[in-house]
């Protein structure tokens, strides 16, 4: 202990910075602190049961809670604090609960499967998207009469608007369980299916998404290579071949799709800056394809036709709060999860940190009186960061000692497994040799693989808003959406709206109409 403290001293702890702020000295302050949490947790004592008008889920792919741990850490210190003390976005929500992430086939999951989970309220097989797990990975007999529809198409059927917004494809695993039914994740385009496959009838995923349910109001992310034509050649990245279109079916589902919105405020946009141009207020449909693929990380994302996740939620919100009737909005943080596998830990945390910035501005977008807003996880990954690293040492930097057994430095962050296993000279590389801040350095891993994976232990889900209170203890992952939907009266379970609906449609049109529904609200439930 004293060696350790030592050499720390000899490090940087003892070079000038104290180690945290003057006032933590004093026990007045975390007991006005603690005070002061507690004066306001007895104040919103009081359950909101108002209907849910509005839905936003914020799905941050991968995000377990040590990435939420030290995205918080990393948003305090990229804002001059020493970063534990910091409060994320998400941390401020009144209600947390944990899910079980697990998929009908496998104890560490994957992201369709639980997709299907937290979208369809039906826990599924790994791989798969918005079937049960009748349905088999791969084997497009077993789809037909296994389909399971989404939170939001019921949200669509009971006159909402609906959104997804996400950093990945529009057509991965995340956001397909919203719209599509299928065996296998990985049909994205037809030409990604066996002919068999085709021949028998299944559908690939982008062909879904513009088939299953009409009409999506907003769609913004990246994926447009899976919409044109085979060979056809990219708009952004004309002379590169692997960017160019896939469909074996020669169709062009974007101009299918213009030709279906031409009368109807629709507008396709593809790059940032014609998308900023764009006057939410005079756009009813939006087709956003930004990227081939998927939209870079935000610590390299092009300006000029790139928006940030962000940007996209902003307008998502704008779009869609226009419906009197109200919208559901599916936000996925999706490379939080890239990052990860790669095991760039750098990526990882920044695209968790652009997700909280995302969360904020949802929330000046809308009020907790009328919206149910969760933010949660699909999986967690083998990410973690230990090392005994004193207060405010710097998220991706070292430990504060040696290894005791190798005699070499270790960064704070590693995973248990990896691209970033790696040998020198037959032991472990020393870090203090290389540069470990660097955006795509990849932290050090007990095992190799060329993709790091995901984490099996259960993920927060943040809530707030009306009847956020019911997400409280360890869930399936599966009852999320039944939750929203109750809350917004929509879905299987609304025998308790019916009384309310009557008496009181217009939620919340006037100050008056407000609190002549907090009233009935408070004689009914
Ligand atoms: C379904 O397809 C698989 C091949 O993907 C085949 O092995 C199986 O026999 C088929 N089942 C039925 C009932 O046709
Ligand atoms: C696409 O281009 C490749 C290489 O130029 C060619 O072999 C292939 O026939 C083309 N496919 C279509 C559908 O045009
Ligand atoms: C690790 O690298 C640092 C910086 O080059 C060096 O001072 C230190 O001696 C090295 N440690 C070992 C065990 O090789
Ligand atoms: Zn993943």
């Known amino acids: 202990m004293i060696t350790l403290t030592i050499w720390a001293c000899l490090t940087w702890l003892c070079q000038g910075r104290p180690q945290f702020p003057e006032h933590e000295r004093n026990p007045s302050y975390w007991n006005a602190e603690a005070q002061r949490r507690l004066q306001h947790a007895l ?12 839905l936003i889920l914020f799905l941050g792919d991968g995000m377990g809670i040590p990435t939420v741990t030290a995205a918080r850490i990393l948003k305090g210190q990229l804002s001059g604090q020493s970063g534990e003390e910091n409060q994320l976005e998400m941390d401020k929500f009144p209600y947390v609960a944990l899910a079980k992430t697990y998929n009908t086939n496998a104890q560490v999951a994957d992201s369709a499967g639980t997709a299907t989970a937290f979208l369809c309220g039906v826990k599924a097989n790994e ?5 049960s797990a009748a349905a088999v990975r791969g084997q497009c007999n077993t789809t037909a009469g296994n389909e399971v529809t989404s939170i939001l198409k019921w949200a669509k059927d009971a006159g909402k608007s609906v959104g997804i917004v996400t950093t990945t494809r529009v057509n991965h695993a995340t956001p397909s369980a919203a719209y599509a039914h299928c065996v296998d994740r990985d049909w994205l385009s037809d030409s990604d299916m066996p002919l068999e496959a085709t021949q ?8 879904q998404l ?35 279109g896939t469909r074996r079916d020669g169709r062009n589902l974007v101009e299918e799709w213009k030709d279906r919105v031409r009368n109807m405020r629709g507008h396709y946009v593809w790059n940032r800056k014609d998308f900023l141009a764009l006057n939410p207020n005079n756009v009813d449909y939006i087709l956003g394809l930004f990227e081939p693929g998927d939209l870079p990380y935000n610590l390299e994302r092009n300006t000029e036709n790139d928006p940030s996740l962000t940007e996209m939620v902003d307008f998502a919100i704008k ?11 599916l936000v996925e943080g999706g490379r939080i999860d890239h990052g990860h596998h790669e095991g760039k830990a750098k990526q990882a945390l920044h695209e968790a940190v652009e997700m909280d910035r995302a969360i904020l501005r949802a929330a000046l977008l809308t009020s907790q009186h009328d919206t149910l807003t969760v933010v949660t996880a699909d999986h967690s990954h ?3 960061f230990g090392g005994y690293t004193r207060r405010g040492n710097p998220i991706f930097g070292l430990a504060p000692m040696l290894s005791d057994v190798d005699q070499k430095p ?35 891993a007990a095992v190799p693989l060329r993709m790091e994976t995901h984490g099996g232990e259960d993920v927060a889900i943040f809530s707030k808003g009306p009847l956020a209170h019911l997400l409280h203890g360890v869930k399936e992952q599966n009852y999320i959406p039944h939750v929203m939907a109750y809350a917004a009266c929509i879905g299987q379970n609304k ?24 009233v009935l609200a408070r004689l009914l439930w």
Do not use: W
Not at 127 to 131: A, D, L, R, S
Not at 223 to 229: A, E, T, V
Not at 320 to 327: A, M
């Open 43 to 54: 104040t919103t004592e009081e359950l909101n049961r108002n209907v849910a008008k509005n």
């Open 127 to 131: 791989g798969t998207v918005g079937v």
């Open 200 to 207: 028998a009838g299944c559908k690939d995923i982008a062909l």
């Open 210 to 244: 513009f088939e299953n349910i009409p009409n999506i109001d907003v769609v913004m992310g990246g994926g447009r290579k899976y919409m044109f034509p085979k060979n056809t050649s990219d708009v952004e990245y004309p002379r590169e071949r692997r960017h160019a």
């Open 319 to 329: 779009v869609l709060k226009k419906n009197p009737q109200g919208f559901y909005l």
């Open 382 to 384: 083998v990410f973690n």
């Open 410 to 444: 270790f960064t704070s962050i590693l995973y248990g497994n990896g691209p970033g296993y790696k040998l020198v000279n037959g032991g472990r590389e020393n870090v203090s040799t290389i540069d470990y801040n660097q955006n795509n350095y990849q932290a050090q």
């Open 495 to 518: 025998q308790h709206c019916i009384s309310a609906r009557n008496q009181a449609p217009q939620l919340p049109a006037a100050p008056l109409g407000q609190l002549a529904v907090l």
